[in-house]
């Protein structure tokens, strides 16, 4: 299949338990998502992803895309300005791009790793 659709990204229903991410001494963030990797590129990650409010730090190992339909929050990149995001918005990370989350409203993206 060349094409791969996810329908209604917004509204998809049946996401996984990813589990939890938080600073020490603050609420867990619940993570949750689907991975849609197209047969045959399983090396290009995609799917849907969507944590609750809270403030957690990531490391962004590859090169990855985001695109939020749902949401808010801001991200700080280590040494670099902070980012206000919402739904609408698209991200582009470099790879090793380190830094800290703070979602505000619980966010959903649509997401594609290389």
Do not use: C, K, R, W
């Given at each position: 299949m060349k094409v791969q659709q996810i329908k209604q990204a917004v509204e998809l229903e049946g996401l996984e338990d990813w589990g939890t991410a938080a600073l020490p001494g603050t609420d867990p963030v619940r993570v949750s998502g689907r991975q849609?990797?197209?047969p045959?590129?399983?090396a290009i990650d995609t799917?849907?992803?969507e944590c609750s409010p809270g403030a957690y730090r990531r490391s962004v190992k590859q090169a990855e895309v985001?695109?939020?339909i749902a949401g808010a929050g801001i991200f700080t990149?280590?040494?670099e300005d902070t980012i206000h995001f919402r739904s609408g918005d698209t991200l582009f990370f470099e790879?090793?791009?380190e830094g800290l989350w703070e979602v505000?409203?619980?966010m959903r993206k649509i997401?594609?790793?290389f």
């Open positions: 849609m990797v197209i045959g590129l399983e799917g849907v992803f985001m695109h939020f990149p280590d040494g790879a090793q791009t505000v409203e619980t997401y594609v790793i």
